[in-house]
């Protein structure tokens, strides 16, 4: 069973930055395209960021030029480098595949951005 461990959430000012890990267990991970996800109104999560197993890379774009997501395949992780945060990002971030969440939801990181 593939479980997710997100890690590195914090709080911030507004301009400040953080970077997110997400651990994924199982050898599935080199063939899935892989996102970052948040809370939004009236949704469950909404997608953020998405990485594919090569590298291409999509986001929502509220966050175009101010975060990142890259990935590790040899070490199973998948990153999210958030720059120039705003207080509309404060949020609990979770990691899963795409288009389909395939796996039980990690807990998340919660990220808090102060203005």
């Known amino acids: 069973q593939v479980q997710l461990v997100e890690s590195g959430g914090g709080s911030v000012q507004a301009g ?3 970077t997110l890990s997400c651990a994924v267990s199982g050898d599935i991970f080199t063939r899935i395209i892989m996102g970052w996800y948040r809370p939004a109104p009236g949704k469950q999560r909404e997608l953020v ?3 594919s197993s090569g590298g291409i890379t999509n986001y929502k774009d509220s966050v175009k030029g101010r975060f990142t997501i890259s990935r590790d395949n040899d070490k199973k992780m998948v990153y ?4 120039n ?10 990691c899963n595949s795409f288009p389909s969440t395939l796996f039980a939801w990690g807990q998340g990181a919660q990220v808090t951005v102060s203005s």
Not at 80 to 83: A, D, H, I, R
């Open 16 to 18: 400040g930055s953080l």
């Open 49 to 51: 960021a998405r990485i």
């Open 80 to 83: 999210l480098q958030m720059n």
């Open 85 to 94: 945060l705003q207080p509309e990002d404060t949020a609990v971030y979770y």
